[in-house]
T-cell receptor, first 115, second 117 residues
Framework: AQSVAQPEDQVNVAEGNPLTVKCTYSVSGNPYLFWYVQYPNRGLQFLLKYITGDNLVKGSYGFEAEFNKSQTSFHLKKPSALVSDSALYFC?????????????FGKGTRLSVIA | DAGVIQSPRHEVTEMGQEVTLRCKPISGHDYLFWYRQTMMRGLELLIYFNNNVPIDDSGMPEDRFSAKMPNASFSTLKIQPSEPRDSAVYFCASLVGTSGTNTGELFFGEGSRLTVL
């Protein structure tokens, strides 16, 4: 079975500092990994995905994520946080052998960037 | 593209009343998903469709919940009768699948916030 763990419910970071939101996954075979962001009273928005290729994936709003197969992780990063990055972040996974099954989402991590 | 459109954005109703939530997926997308989001349980998949056919409804909480997709551009999620514990934000999402496994990203609507008193 596929699963995603986001070990931190809340991450606080000062504006201008680098941020990391952690995600680990469990899936059979090579994973398809995604990050989504949810701003208050909005739907989830796609940030980036890893399917194959370069382990460092760049996405929207200056975010990037690093796929680490040995650690089964896909942490979201940004070199310099903005107050406007404050939101709820979801990691999601699907296995390549899963056919057309839906994504499995983590519980979400709330990021708070403090000015 | 207008994106995934959901209505109503907010619904307040009394226990026992019927609630109908609506969704228009992005044109050309052949998969449609209904999710529910609460503080306690996070994001839960309720049901999903492929080419208007329900594929998996194992996430539907109970028989009070039903979903339909009469055509490629419209889906409804109905709760009858509604209960206070149904209060949540309900999201519709769509994607375009490829043959075999799909790697495409989900596109979410803005959600319907339901409050059952």
């Amino acid at each position: 079975a596929q699963s995603v763990a986001q070990p931190e419910d809340q991450v606080n970071v000062a504006e201008g500092n680098p941020l990391t939101v952690k995600c680990t996954y469990s899936v059979s075979g090579n994973p398809y990994l995604f990050w989504y962001v949810q701003y208050p009273n909005r739907g989830l928005q796609f940030l980036l995905k890893y399917i194959t290729g370069d382990n460092l994936v760049k996405g929207s709003y200056g975010f990037e994520a690093e796929f680490n197969k040995s650690q089964t992780s896909f942490h979201l990063k940004k070199p310099s946080a903005l107050v406007s990055d404050s939101a709820l972040y979801f990691c999601a996974v699907r296995g390549p052998l899963s056919g057309n099954t839906p994504l499995v989402f983590g519980k979400g991590t709330r990021l708070s960037v403090i000015a | 593209d207008a994106g995934v459109i959901q209505s109503p954005r907010h619904e307040v109703t009394e226990m026992g009343q019927e609630v109908t939530l609506r969704c228009k997926p992005i044109s050309g997308h052949d998969y449609l998903f209904w999710y529910r989001q609460t503080m306690m349980r996070g994001l839960e998949l309720l049901i999903y469709f492929n080419n208007n056919v329900p594929i998996d409804d194992s996430g539907m909480p109970e028989d009070r919940f039903s979903a339909k997709m009469p055509n490629a551009s419209f889906s409804t999620l109905k709760i009858q009768p509604s209960e206070p514990r149904d209060s949540a934000v309900y999201f519709c999402a769509s994607l375009v699948g490829t043959s075999g496994t799909n790697t495409g990203e989900l596109f979410f609507g803005e959600g319907s916030r339901l409050t059952v008193l």
